[in-house]
């Protein structure tokens, strides 16, 4: 029996009946929701930092220092860069991916912040999605904030330049060390605002700012949705912690959801 085929009906209901009675409810997603899609995660087993190590912590003043150093190493990427470009490059949406716009599209889920940056969520057509890590699929310009499509940037001089307000073009995922976008921030405070119900799916919330928004919506008052595979700090937060892999707890809680709302 796998892990999520031991959560007993009863708290798949349980949960699906908080889902249901909000009036607001969010998602939060991290790296093990795109586990099962490939995508290795950074931290713990099967991590890429716990192969290679961890990277430098100041990603965006080695950037500010020398933007073409940074970007030829962007292009001819070595060590975990390389391994995550190509699995990134071959990852599909999982059912868990697919399960969080069911509930969008049925009107359940307002909106999602994703600390992923793997462009998932995108491809499998989320639509109210807040990318607070950035997208790896495009590109920032670090003074007006622009994003651009990677493949539509021309790269005959690096760094390249905005073609709007000629800043420096960085990747739109965030560096260590980097402010999260204003744009970005601005949005997760205004939906986190609204939330009386978070949904917090394959991550254990523990990097700030993204840490920030369930501490939020439950000081308010309002519920928490764990799921996840390990115990986390936000589970004796959590009103229900769903233990075991959002690719199958995600679908089981839609069904549920489905068959209250006949
Ligand atoms: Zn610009």
Same mark, same amino acid.
Request: aromatic share 6%.
């Given at each position: 029996?796998?892990?999520?085929?031991?959560? $007993?009906?009863?708290?798949?209901? *349980?949960?699906?009946?908080?889902?249901?009675?909000?009036?607001?409810?969010?998602?939060?997603? +991290?790296?093990?929701?795109?586990?099962?899609?490939?995508? $290795?995660?950074?931290?713990?087993?099967?991590?890429?930092?716990?192969?290679?190590?961890?990277?430098?912590? =100041? +990603?965006?003043?080695?950037?500010?220092?020398?933007?073409?150093?940074?970007?030829?190493?962007?292009?001819?990427?070595?060590? $975990?860069?390389?391994?995550?470009?190509?699995?990134?490059?071959?990852?599909?949406? =999982?059912?868990?991916?697919?399960?969080?716009?069911?509930?969008?599209?049925?009107?359940?889920?307002?909106?999602?912040? /994703?600390? =992923?940056?793997? =462009?998932?969520?995108?491809?499998?057509? *989320?639509?109210?999605?807040?990318?607070?890590? +950035?997208?790896?699929?495009?590109?920032?310009?670090?003074?007006?904030?622009?994003?651009?499509?990677?493949?539509?940037?021309?790269?005959?001089?690096? $760094?390249?330049?905005?073609?709007?307000?000629?800043?420096?073009?960085?990747? !739109?995922?965030?560096?260590?060390?980097?402010?999260?976008? *204003?744009?970005?921030?601005?949005?997760?405070?205004? *939906?986190?605002?609204?939330? !009386?119900?978070?949904?917090?799916?394959?991550? /254990?919330?523990?990097?700030?700012?993204?840490?920030?928004?369930?501490?939020?919506?439950?000081?308010?008052?309002?519920?928490?949705?764990?799921?996840?595979?390990?115990?986390?700090?936000? /589970?004796?937060?959590?009103?229900?912690?769903?233990?075991?892999?959002?690719?199958?707890?995600?679908?089981?809680?839609?069904?549920?959801?489905?068959?209250?709302?006949?």
């Amino acid at each position: 029996m796998s892990q999520a085929a031991s959560i $007993p009906d009863e708290a798949i209901h *349980q949960a699906a009946s908080l889902l249901l009675s909000a009036t607001h409810v969010m998602a939060l997603t +991290g790296a093990g929701i795109s586990v099962e899609s490939g995508i $290795p995660p950074f931290r713990g087993p099967g991590g890429l930092w716990t192969k290679y190590g961890e990277p430098p912590m =100041n +990603g965006y003043e080695r950037f500010l220092a020398d933007p073409q150093k940074a970007w030829q190493e962007r292009l001819s990427p070595s060590g $975990p860069t390389k391994e995550m470009w190509s699995r990134l490059e071959v990852a599909e949406p =999982n059912p868990g991916h697919q399960a969080l716009v069911e509930l969008e599209n049925m009107g359940v889920l307002r909106s999602m912040i /994703s600390q =992923n940056v793997d =462009n998932l969520h995108r491809r499998a057509g *989320q639509r109210q999605l807040i990318e607070i890590h +950035g997208n790896y699929t495009l590109i920032r310009c670090i003074e007006c904030t622009t994003r651009f499509p990677a493949s539509e940037v021309p790269l005959h001089t690096l $760094p390249p330049e905005c073609p709007r307000c000629h800043g420096i073009l960085k990747s !739109d995922t965030v560096a260590f060390g980097e402010p999260i976008p *204003q744009d970005v921030l601005e949005q997760c405070y205004s *939906q986190t605002q609204l939330c !009386d119900c978070m949904l917090v799916a394959g991550t /254990s919330a523990t990097v700030y700012p993204a840490a920030a928004f369930p501490l939020a919506v439950r000081e308010k008052g309002g519920q928490l949705i764990e799921v996840n595979l390990y115990e986390s700090e936000l /589970s004796p937060l959590s009103s229900l912690s769903l233990r075991g892999p959002s690719a199958e707890v995600l679908p089981r809680l839609v069904d549920k959801v489905k068959e209250l709302r006949v």
